[in-house]
């Protein structure tokens, strides 16, 4: 069994940076590819971002290139996710994932999910 706790969301301006966390707890943090999903209200949850589970090898959603960036602290136990010039559009609960790894997480394979954290970019 695996925990995962977000934090880091809040409420910021158009063009403002947050970085989200993603503490886990339980099985080896090392055996999991680590990602991020986001929920955006009247909408399915859509893939962000994703690391490897050894060497960290970043896979991304086309959409989130360029202004996300997703990392990993082994020794932490922690997964981040820095978003940069956030944008209205952006406003949506994030959930931190778990699988065994990125294909399977792309394709609807997630082991594990966290609570969420919402974020919220005010225009």
């Known amino acids: 069994q695996v925990q995962l706790v977000e934090s880091g969301g809040g409420l910021v301006q158009a063009g403002d940076s947050l970085r989200l966390s993603c503490t886990t707890s339980?099985?080896?943090?090392?055996?999991?590819?680590m990602g991020w999903f986001r929920q955006a209200p009247g909408k399915e949850r859509e893939f962000v971002a994703a690391l490897t589970r050894s060497l960290g090898l970043t896979n991304y959603a086309d959409s989130m290139k360029g202004r996300f960036t997703i990392s990993r602290d082994n020794a932490k136990n922690t997964v981040y996710l820095q978003m940069d010039s956030l944008k209205p559009e952006d406003t949506a609960i994030y959930y931190c994932?778990?699988?065994?790894?990125?294909?399977?997480?792309?394709?609807?394979?997630?082991?594990?999910w966290g609570q969420g954290t919402q974020v919220t970019v005010s225009s």
């Open positions: 994932a778990a699988a065994r790894s990125v294909h399977l997480m792309r394709n609807s394979g997630v082991d594990y």
């Open positions: 339980g099985q080896t943090f090392s055996n999991y590819a």
